[in-house]
């Protein structure tokens, strides 16, 4: 029913439009070396946080609990590699809230920092579900 879509306020989403939006997210999905290059570095971002899950002296325990929650559902995106730039945001910011509520800066919390901003900047690599979903499409056409 085209004729109800401006009585809904509906308009009609141009899917290009939208898939290219999506890609310009993501500099690239490169595979080969620099593809698990990305893969490693997912990994050195998720290892540290999961470690220090069981770990969290200075939060207090509702605020634990909500920093576990965050950091499970976070590290799970991260190493599928799925919307790996807003998982490597919220990755960053709980960092940085447990860096202020431990009260100690030190090198670790700017190492995952540094790790967690590069991330947000390089996309997943070509081993991720957003290469699967958002990656380019190459289509071979066969001339005969």
């Known amino acids: 029913m085209p004729w109800l879509r401006p009585l809904l ?3 009609r989403v141009n899917r ?3 898939l290219a939006a ?3 997210l993501f500099s690239a999905f490169p595979d080969g070396w620099p593809g698990a290059g990305l893969l490693l570095l997912r990994l050195a ?3 540290p ?3 220090a899950q069981f770990t969290l002296g200075g939060a207090g325990v509702a605020h634990g609990g909500v920093v576990r929650a965050i950091s499970s559902v976070d590290c799970t995106l991260i190493v599928f590699g799925l919307l790996t730039p807003f998982a490597a945001a919220a990755q960053v910011a709980s960092t940085a809230w447990l860096a202020s509520v431990d009260g100690v800066f030190d090198i670790t919390h700017c190492a995952l920092l540094l790790l967690g ?3 947000m ?3 997943p690599g070509a081993w991720s579900v957003d290469a699967r979903l ?3 499409r190459r289509i071979d056409v066969d001339v005969s």
Request: with cysteine; proline share 4%.
């Open 22 to 24: 999506v890609q310009r």
């Open 121 to 123: 900047m390089l996309g």
């Open 16 to 18: 290009a439009a939208s």
């Open 45 to 47: 971002i998720v290892l």
């Open 49 to 51: 946080p999961l470690g």
């Open 134 to 136: 958002f990656g380019r």
């Open 9 to 11: 306020g509906c308009r």
């Open 117 to 119: 901003l590069s991330l």
